[in-house]
């Protein structure tokens, strides 16, 4: 993937700090499977909403902060903002609301990343 623009043409994505080494990439205090190969370093994970799930206080994550939710029929796209002033779009189960200002802690889903090499 080139870049988050062309991210974008498949729907909504966020952009998250990661580091690249050899076939995975760390975000967020997790090791993930590249989707395809990276240069070692610092680099931006292209993240979708479907694989950022709410995880319990104790789990490999982030902190963050429920900015805003919109009800989409079967899920819910919330905005969180996390520690580090990042913000991330998540879809979760319709029937799970997450109030404005409510605190969470949010991974990612252990699928294969796609990465942006930082300019």
Same mark, same amino acid.
């Given at each position: 993937?080139?870049?988050?623009?062309?991210?974008? *043409?498949?729907?909504?994505?966020?952009?998250?700090?990661?580091? *690249?080494?050899?076939?995975? *990439?760390?975000?967020?205090?997790?090791?993930?499977?590249?989707?395809?190969?990276?240069?070692?370093?610092?680099?931006?994970?292209?993240?979708?909403?479907?694989?950022?799930?709410?995880?319990?206080?104790?789990?490999?994550?982030?902190?963050?902060?429920?900015?805003?939710?919109?009800?989409?029929?079967?899920?819910?796209?919330?905005?969180?903002?996390?520690?580090?002033?990042?913000?991330?779009?998540?879809?979760?189960?319709?029937?799970?609301?997450?109030?404005?200002?409510?605190?969470?802690?949010?991974?990612?889903?252990?699928?294969?990343?796609?990465?942006?090499?930082?300019?």
């Amino acid at each position: 993937m080139e870049n988050a623009a062309v991210a974008e *043409v498949l729907g909504p994505v966020s952009t998250v700090p990661g580091i *690249v080494e050899g076939t995975v *990439v760390e975000v967020w205090g997790q090791r993930l499977p590249l989707a395809r190969a990276a240069h070692d370093g610092h680099c931006e994970v292209v993240v979708r909403p479907e694989h950022v799930v709410l995880v319990g206080a104790d789990a490999p994550g982030i902190d963050a902060v429920v900015e805003q939710t919109t009800f989409l029929g079967s899920v819910r796209r919330s905005t969180v903002v996390t520690g580090d002033g990042r913000r991330v779009l998540l879809e979760h189960a319709a029937d799970r609301r997450l109030d404005d200002e409510a605190r969470v802690r949010i991974a990612l889903a252990p699928v294969p990343a796609n990465v942006l090499a930082r300019a």
